[in-house]
Nanobody, 114 residues
C-alpha cells in the first residue's frame, strides 16, 4: 500500500490550504483513513479521521476549521484547512488502517506564517 500526500506549502494566518492523499488501493478497503501532523519538537497527533462508513472525527482544536473528505472513485482523501493559525504549522501525514495493519505516507510540510 502506498499513500502519497501532497498540497503542503506556506500560507498566511487566516488562509486556506487543501492537502491530498492518493492511495494505491481502494480507500474503501481501509477501516479508516486519517490525517496526522507533527509539529517541531512535539509528538505526532491525529487531526482528522474518516471511517469506511463516512463518519468523520476531528481534533478539538481544528473543529470547524478543517474538513476531511474522500473521493472513493479516485482513491483520494483530502483535508481542507481554513482559518489557519500559526499553531497549525507541522508536517502532515496521511494514514490508513486495515484491520491490524497500518500504513503511512510521506509527510507534507505546512507552514502558517506571515
Amino acid at each position: 500500500v502506498q499513500l502519497q500526500a501532497s498540497g503542503g506549502g506556506l500560507v498566511q494566518p487566516g488562509g486556506s490550504l487543501r492537502l491530498s492523499c492518493a492511495a494505491s488501493e481502494s480507500i474503501l478497503s481501509f477501516n479508516a483513513m486519517y490525517w496526522y501532523r507533527q509539529a517541531p519538537g512535539k509528538q505526532r497527533e491525529w487531526v482528522a479521521r474518516i471511517t469506511i462508513g463516512g463518519i468523520t472525527g476531528y481534533l478539538e482544536s481544528v473543529k470547524g476549521r478543517f474538513t476531511i473528505s474522500r473521493d472513493s472513485d479516485n482513491n483520494m482523501v483530502y483535508l481542507q484547512m481554513n482559518s489557519m493559525k500559526p499553531e497549525d504549522t507541522a508536517v502532515y501525514y496521511c494514514n490508513a488502517i486495515r484491520r491490524v495493519d497500518e500504513y503511512w505516507g510521506q509527510g507534507t510540510l505546512v507552514t502558517v506564517s506571515s
